[in-house]
């Protein structure tokens, strides 16, 4: 079956500190991978994605690269800020079925 | 205007009332969802439809029964509440084109409290 497993939280850091949220996924046939980022009070928007091995998706500062070999997709930022803070959920999608997989959410706190 | 809107944003009921929360688009999308979220769960699929004579049931129905009135419009009703349905309830939609099908976009989320 396809599912998506993500670091438990709550992470809390610095700010200026280098963030890793690891995510690993199991899925039959080639999904597409994704990080979502919810603030506070809103819904879930989509913050980068990849379809293929070995694309990496980027935006806002943050970093992911589609790994097949070790089914992983785990999201980077090099320097995070105070309005980073947020939950992010690592997901997939498969056209297998058009359906989407969701991670259980990482909260991120970014302390001054 | 936001692109995915839902009603009510608030809402506390009592067990046994049956509720209706309502989903509207303007991204001309054909496919809808509805998820709930729970601390430490994650998103979990209610109901999803890819068009409007299309309704399939999620991971979690049970209790739960959805209406496809028109493109545009994707509601979730609640028959009898009970206070485990107390979460927060998202819509989503996704479009059906290749390299952007697989995109969904979320509403801001209904939260209810069943008493």
């Known amino acids: 079956g396809n599912s998506v497993t993500q670091m438990e939280g709550p992470v809390t850091l610095s700010e200026e500190a280098f963030l890793t949220i690891n995510c690993t996924y199991t899925?039959?046939?080639?999904?597409?991978l994704f990080w979502y980022v919810q603030y506070p009070g809103e819904g879930l928007q989509l913050l980068l994605k990849a379809t293929k091995a070995d694309d990496k998706g980027s935006n806002k500062g943050f970093e992911a690269t589609y790994r097949k070999e070790t089914t992983s997709f785990h999201l980077e930022k090099g320097s995070v800020q105070v309005s980073d803070s947020a939950v992010y959920f690592c997901a997939l999608y498969t056209n297998t079925g058009n359906q989407f997989y969701f991670g259980t959410g990482t909260s991120l706190t970014v302390i001054p | 205007d936001a692109d995915v809107t839902q009603t009510p944003r608030n809402r506390i009921t009592k067990t046994g009332k049956r509720i209706m929360l309502e989903c509207s688009q303007t991204?001309?999308?054909?496919?809808m969802y509805w998820y709930r979220q729970d601390p430490g769960l994650g998103l979990r699929l209610i109901y999803y439809s890819f068009d409007v004579k299309d309704i399939n049931k999620g991971e979690i129905s049970d209790g739960y029964s959805v209406s496809r009135q028109a493109q545009a419009k994707f509601s979730l009703s609640l028959e009898s509440a009970i206070p485990n349905q107390t979460a927060l309830y998202f819509c989503?939609?996704?479009?059906?084109?290749?390299?952007?099908?697989?995109?969904?976009?979320f509403g801001p989320g209904t939260r209810l409290t069943v008493l």
């Open positions: 991204k001309g999308h054909d496919r």
């Open positions: 899925a039959t046939g080639y999904p597409s």
């Open positions: 989503a939609t996704s479009d059906t084109g290749i390299g952007t099908g697989d995109t969904q976009y």
